[in-house]
T-cell receptor, first 113, second 112 residues
């Protein structure tokens, strides 16, 4: 069974640009969550999607948005990039029930110059 | 508020046991998790424990939970160089589902 797949693996953007990251969950998983990992703030929850609906949201500005498609694949978008958005963005998938194990992808490393 | 704390660094000799400690704040957390992250990689779920358990053993890994003190530990027996990584403790945040609150991570260095 294939794991969680995130593309691209690396991205370099400049301030003010926007970026879209993609996540394909494990087959059969309906929940996709996104996390940001930085050296300063550690791992922080961005949002979770289940059956194409945002089910939970962290404390990030509106520049961070996401969506989920009917095949459970998810995209995350960051508009008007800032230097502080440089981070490893991790996606996790699960079946979507309470108190489940989350399985993470390898992440997308975003560098904002 | 929700917070998870871990010591930042642990150095052990190959073959010894490693003990990584974690404290959490949300007493209503039903599951607590340990994840491993190797350089340049995502998070790998190592093990988890349900809050009504005191201990869980899984091969070389032993998780101890002291719910009264909100203290969680991960013991790795016979630590190997391949165990060198960052270990994250996590609790489920309020709002349920898949919002996890992570500690800052403990960097485990295994030397010969």
């Amino acid at each position: 069974k294939a794991g969680v797949t995130q593309t691209p693996r690396y991205l370099i953007k400049t301030r003010g640009q926007q970026v879209t990251l993609s996540c394909s969950p494990i087959s059969g998983h309906r929940s996709v969550s996104w996390y940001q990992q930085t050296p300063g703030q550690g791992l922080q929850f961005l949002f979770e999607y289940f059956s194409e609906t945002q089910r939970n949201k962290g404390n990030f500005p509106g520049r961070f948005s996401g969506r989920q498609f009917s095949n459970s694949r998810s995209e995350m978008n960051v508009s008007t990039l800032e230097l502080g958005d440089s981070a490893l963005y991790l996606c996790a998938s699960s079946l979507g029930r309470q108190n489940e194990k989350l399985f993470f992808g390898s992440g997308t490393q975003l560098s904002v110059l | 508020g929700e917070d998870v704390e871990q010591s930042l660094f642990l150095s052990v000799r190959e073959g010894d046991s490693s003990v990584i400690n974690c404290t959490y704040t949300d007493s209503s957390s039903t599951y607590l998790y340990w994840y491993k992250q190797e350089p340049g990689a995502g998070l790998q779920l190592l093990t988890y424990i349900f809050s009504n358990m005191d201990m869980k053993q899984d091969q070389r890994l032993t998780v101890l939970l002291n719910k009264k003190d909100k203290h969680l530990s991960l013991r790795i027996a016979d630590t190997q160089t391949g165990d060198s990584a960052i270990y994250f403790c996590a609790e489920r945040g309020t709002g349920g589902y898949n919002k996890l609150i992570f500690g800052a991570g403990t960097r485990l260095a295994v030397h010969p």
